[in-house]
């Protein structure tokens, strides 16, 4: 058992193991010549696990009960949640630079400020931490409380959590929009089209298309709100309700297990998405796509060409 971080083999080896399958989802995306943002969403997502599993095996100590803890623990997290911010950027504007925004794209924009602001503030916690900490087993050990750094780091980690699945939440609400609009359009032709899987494509109807990309388009944000990453939230509030220790918890029902299977799904479903819904074309920029204001500019640009 590591100390203030869950050391338990089922949940590092799952660690590497979900490094490697969402690697293997960047190569795929790579190879089929898929946006370099889409890419990105998986590289950097396999990076922060492997920077975690580090943090879970090699270097399971962190400054939870005193000042004692391993230095490499705070770098090794650092570069975990700095990866992984940058892949929820990296979705955002896989969408802005695709697909465009229904409206506008300032939610997009505040949140990306917001999620690399957290990134940055998580940083500096770690390097205050790395400054800070005392190597174990030496005198400081007295149990005296964690350094004000490691609480900062901790309460981070739990609101980039909220912005994680906000950011999946948001892209996920334009593809609706998109799909919706497509999907009518598509029913009224009754054209045939392809659908790209993992190792293979079907030919299906339009319709049957967009409705399979909706499903996978619910699924994506949804996994990451029920069990994955948003269970570790669940799990903290539990276990200070009912005043456990939150790491016993967390070990001892197998947690990161199933919050790794969540995130497994969502990226699964973020591949899929990347790969087939289409993108907008004719856009003069990201953010103006099906805005009230292009379309207008659409309709007088067709009347002047008519006059």
Partial sequence: ????????????????MLCACLLSFAGSLYVRKASMHAVRTQIFMSGGYLFGALGHHVFPYRAYTDVCGLRAFYVVWMLAYGSQCASAISWCLWCDRTLGWHLTRKPMIVLCTLVTAL?????????SCIATVEPPGSRACDGSGPPACDTFVMNLEGLFYLLWGGAWALVGTRIFLLLREARRDAKASGTESVLHFVWFKLSVSEATRFGLLHVANAIAPLALLTYGPFLILY????????????TDVYSRNNIGIIYHAGVVTTHLMTFYLALNVPPVRG???????????TRKSARLAAKGKAE
Avoid: K, N, Q, R
């Fill in 283 to 293: 856009m003069t920029t990201a953010g103006a796509v099906g805005t009230p204001s």
């Fill in 235 to 246: 799990v903290f509030f539990y276990s200070l309700t009912h005043g456990l220790e939150v």
């Fill in 1 to 16: 058992m590591g100390h203030g971080v869950d050391s338990e083999a089922s949940g590092w080896v799952t660690d590497y």
């Fill in 119 to 127: 990134g940055l503030a998580i940083a500096g916690g770690c390097l």
